[in-house]
C-alpha cells in the first residue's frame, strides 16, 4: 500500500482523489501496489471539498505523518514552499503541479520532486523531454501553455465577449484561483521556463516583464489576422542558445494551430538535426491534470514498492 499525503482541494485536488476510486485497477496495476490518499491538508473545514471530507483537515503536520509520497496542488508561494520543504525533511518525495512555484524557487528543493502536472497538464512533455532528447539539441520551441486564454481567445473569435469567456473558463475548472496569472500571460511564462529547464537543464534567464498577455486583444485583431489566413494565439517561445522565454499574443498560420481549440495545448520545438516536433493534447482541467500527478505518483510510488 502506497500512500498520499494531498496538499490542495481544488480542482486539481478533486481529481486527484476522484481518480485514485475510479483509476483503482490500472493503479493497481502500473503501480504494483493499491494507492490510497491518506490525509487531505484544507484551508478551512467548514464545508466539505472532496467526496472523502472524512480525511480533510488543517493540520499539515498529520497529512504529512501519513504519507509517504506527498502530493502538493495548492499552487501559490506559501504555503507550498514550506510543505514540500518540510517533506524532504521528513524524507518524503513530493509531486507537485506548482508552476508558479518551482519556475521561482525550483533550485531550493534538494529532495526527490517531480512536477509532470506543472506543464501541459496530460502531456508528459517534461519526461519527454529529459529523457527522450541525449542526442539532440532543441534550439527554439513555440507553444500554446495555457487552457484559460486559448478557450477565451477562441470563444472571443465566435462573438462571445472577453468576461463571458473567462466565466466559461473558470466554469471548465480551468483558470486559476485568481485568473490575472492566466490572462497576463504569468501562468505561460512559468511554464515555459520549466520547459527550457527540462531541455537544457538549467534555468533560462527571465522576469516577469516577459510576459504580455491578451487583456490587450480585441475582436478587431481577431478578425485581421483571419483575414491573413492566421488565428490569435497566446504564445511561449523559447529561444534556447539565447536562454531567453516570452510570452505574447501573435497571429500564427491557421494550418498548424487554428486545431488548439478550448483547454488543449500545443508544444513545437525545433531541434538540430531532427527537425521539428511536435505534442499536442489536454493542458488544463480537473482529471488532465490529475492525471499526470498520479503518473508521477506512481512513478515515486514504484521505488518504494521495491524497497
Ligand atoms: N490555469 C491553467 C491553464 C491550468 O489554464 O492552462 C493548467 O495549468
Redo the contacts with the bound molecule.
Keep these: 500500500m502506497v500512500k498520499v499525503g494531498l496538499f490542495g482541494a481544488g480542482v486539481v485536488g478533486r481529481g486527484v482523489v476522484e481518480l485514485v476510486r475510479t483509476q483503482k485497477d490500472r493503479i493497481r496495476q502500473t503501480l504494483g501496489a493499491d494507492l490510497e490518499v491518506s490525509g487531505i491538508y484544507v484551508r478551512d473545514t467548514s464545508r466539505p471539498r472532496t467526496d472523502q471530507p472524512e480525511l480533510e483537515t488543517t493540520d499539515q503536520a498529520r497529512v504529512l505523518e501519513s504519507a509517504d509520497i506527498v502530493v502538493e496542488v495548492m499552487g501559490g508561494i506559501e504555503p507550498a514552499r514550506s510543505i514540500i520543504q518540510a517533506a524532504h525533511a521528513a524524507g518524503k518525495p513530493v509531486v507537485s503541479a506548482n508552476?508558479m512555484l518551482l519556475s521561482n524557487h525550483l533550485g531550493e528543493f534538494s529532495g526527490p520532486l517531480r512536477y509532470e502536472a506543472a506543464v501541459a497538464?496530460a502531456i508528459p512533455i517534461l519526461s519527454s523531454l529529459r529523457e527522450g532528447f541525449g542526442a539532440i539539441r532543441a534550439t527554439r520551441f513555440e507553444a500554446i501553455l495555457?487552457?484559460?486564454t486559448n478557450l477565451i481567445l477562441g470563444l472571443m473569435s465566435e462573438g462571445m465577449d472577453y468576461n463571458a469567456a473567462l466565466q466559461v473558463?473558470q466554469d471548465k475548472g480551468?483558470?486559476?484561483a485568481d485568473p490575472s496569472s492566466?490572462v497576463l500571460g504569468h501562468?505561460s511564462l512559468y511554464k515555459a521556463v520549466l520547459l527550457t529547464h527540462a531541455l537544457t537543464g538549467e534555468m533560462p534567464n527571465w522576469s516577469m516583464d516577459a510576459a504580455a498577455g491578451i487583456t490587450g486583444v480585441t475582436l478587431d485583431h481577431i478578425r485581421a489576422a483571419e483575414a491573413e489566413g492566421k488565428v490569435v494565439k497566446l504564445i511561449a517561445s523559447g529561444d534556447i542558445a539565447a536562454s531567453r522565454v516570452s510570452v505574447k499574443p501573435q497571429a500564427v498560420p491557421k494550418e498548424a494551430w487554428v486545431r488548439i481549440q478550448g483547454?488543449r495545448n500545443r508544444i513545437s520545438i525545433i531541434t538540430d538535426v531532427a527537425g521539428e516536433l511536435v505534442w499536442e493534447g489536454p493542458?488544463?482541467g480537473s482529471h488532465e491534470?490529475a492525471s499526470a500527478v498520479l503518473g508521477d505518483a506512481i512513478s515515486l510510488g514504484r521505488t518504494l514498492v521495491l524497497s
Excluded: R, S
Aim: glycine letters at 20%.
Design positions: 508552476k497538464a495555457n487552457g484559460t473558463a480551468f483558470a486559476e492566466d501562468d483547454g493542458g488544463a491534470t
